[in-house]
Structures are given as structure tokens and as C-alpha cells.
């Protein structure tokens, strides 16, 4: 059991007991003010729980079997004005066989059997007058049915259009308050989108100035680095001439032996070229000892 009807079970309790003990009055404005606090909770609740097409939809479902009782209404009094008629017709075939038959006792002679047939007939013009009545009242009470069905059923129907207008009318309504309250962020989605994506941006913005400031305690020398890789900025300067200084050494190096080479390739390219003249000069020389 909730909390709400318990203390409600103590509070009724409270009042008989103190109406008991002739102190009902205080307990009474009490009770008042529990009682008007229920029906305002109760109040706000059903008026968040109802939706209006729901709601409408409902009054026209009653509205239809309404018209529907009413219908089968008159289709019962027309079943009993049509009962009525058939035992009007046969009553009135009896009056007339029994007519009929004083008619042929008398011509015969027997005026007892002719007085008996005219009494018989006489009862039965007695129920025909009262069956007539009876279902004079009938038609009667069916033709009044029959009016108010017809005018139910264009009040159903024009309440029909009215409630769809109406359920159209406030669903647009509700979709436009809802583009609204998206575009302008106090809808209840959207405002956890957008607390979602503050949370986002702070944790970023946070872990962004956390790796700043470590690379810039790594960078000063205030943290050691336990993979030896980072240095300070004093470390890295003296890297960096160092790196440069080697590197002029090395195109110095480089520039010593591409100078060297040259040289000795063009001492190399004159020794052949005089070793060359000297071999053609020897050849000249020579005599040649032509064949007779």
C-alpha cells in the first residue's frame, strides 16, 4: 500500500476517534485540507495523463452506441406494431367468419346459434378496438424513434467532423510546439543533447589542457620520462647544434673527396695522353722494311 492511502487510513482514524471524543472540529479542517491536496494531485495527474483526440475519440464511440440502442429501439417497436397487425388480421377474419356464420344460422332458422356467432364477433370487435389502440400508439412511438435516430445520427455525424478537425487541428498544434521548442533547445530531448554535448566539449577541453601542461612539465624537466625520449629545451638545443655542426663536417668531408677525385682523374686522363703520343712518336721512328 503507498504512502498516500495509509496516511489517509490514519487520518480517518484520527477523526472518528477524536468525533468519538467530542474534538471533531479541529481534526475536521484537516481532513478538508488532505482532501482538497488529493483532489489537486489527483487533478494534475489526469490532466497530464489526457490527451483531448483520446478523449474525443471516446465521446464518439458512446455517441455510436448510443445511436445504436436508440436503432434497435425502433426496430423493436417495429417488430411489435408488425405482431400487432398480424393479430389485428386475424382477429378480423374471425369477426368476419363469425359475421358470416350468423348470417347462415339465421337463414336457416337458428336464431340461438345466429345471437351466439353475433356475441363472439362482438368480443372480438372488442379486442380489435383495443389492438388498434395499442398499435396506433406504437406507430406512434416508432415514428417519434425513427426522428430521433435521424437527428442522432447528424449530430453523430456532425460530431464526426468536428472531433477529426479538432484532432487534426491539435496535432498540428503539438508537432508545431515541438519544431518550436527543438529549434529554440527547451525541449526535454534536446536538452539532454545539449547538456550531452557541453559534458563533451569540458571533458575535451579539459584533456586538451592536461596534455598541454604534461608536455610542458616533460619539455622543463619537471617530469621524468621513463622512456628516455623526451628532453628538456636546453637538451634539445645543444642536439641540434650538434646535429648541425656534424652535418658541415660531413659536406665538408664530402666536398674534400669530390675535389680530390677530380684531380686525380685529370692527372690520370694526361698520363694516358702522353703515354699515347710517345707509342705514335716510336712508331714513326721505326723503319719499315717493305717486301720486294
Excluded: C
Excluded at 53 to 61: A, K, P
Amino acid at each position: 500500500m503507498e504512502a498516500g492511502p495509509v496516511l489517509w487510513v490514519l487520518l480517518k482514524t484520527w477523526e472518528l476517534e477524536s468525533v468519538r471524543r467530542g474534538r471533531a472540529k479541529p481534526m475536521s479542517g484537516v481532513m478538508k485540507r488532505m482532501g482538497m491536496i488529493f483532489r489537486a494531485k489527483a487533478n494534475k495527474a489526469l490532466d497530464r495523463a489526457e490527451d483531448p483526440r483520446e478523449t474525443l475519440d471516446y465521446s464518439y464511440q458512446k455517441q455510436l452506441e448510443l445511436l445504436q440502442k436508440v436503432r434497435r429501439g425502433v426496430a423493436d417497436v417495429a417488430t411489435s406494431r408488425k405482431r400487432l397487425e398480424l393479430q389485428l388480421n386475424q382477429l378480423q377474419t374471425q369477426s368476419a367468419k363469425l359475421e358470416d356464420q350468423g348470417r347462415k344460422a339465421l337463414a336457416l332458422g337458428r336464431e340461438d346459434l345466429a345471437r351466439e356467432a353475433l356475441s363472439r364477433r362482438a368480443a372480438l370487435q372488442q379486442q380489435v378496438t383495443d389492438l388498434e389502440t395499442q398499435h396506433q400508439t406504437l406507430s406512434g412511438e416508432e415514428e417519434k424513434l425513427t426522428l430521433a435516430a435521424q437527428r442522432l445520427q447528424a449530430k453523430v455525424d456532425a460530431f464526426r467532423t468536428k472531433k477529426e478537425t479538432i484532432k487534426a487541428t491539435y496535432t498540428a498544434a503539438q508537432a508545431q510546439t515541438r519544431i518550436g521548442e527543438a529549434f529554440s533547445g527547451i525541449s526535454e530531448e534536446m536538452g539532454d543533447v545539449g547538456l550531452a554535448i557541453q559534458r563533451a566539449e569540458d571533458k575535451t577541453a579539459q584533456l586538451q589542457a592536461r596534455a598541454g601542461a604534461i608536455d610542458e612539465l616533460l619539455a622543463s624537466g619537471a617530469l621524468d620520462d621513463p622512456t628516455g625520449m623526451a628532453k628538456d629545451d636546453i637538451q634539445a638545443e645543444l642536439d641540434r647544434l650538434s646535429g648541425g655542426t656534424d652535418v658541415e663536417l660531413e659536406l665538408q668531408r664530402m666536398k674534400a673527396e669530390l675535389a680530390g677525385g677530380t684531380t686525380q682523374q685529370q692527372a690520370i686522363e694526361g698520363g694516358t695522353a702522353g703515354n699515347q703520343g710517345q707509342q705514335q712518336s716510336q712508331q714513326q721512328d721505326t723503319p719499315r722494311f717493305d717486301k720486294q
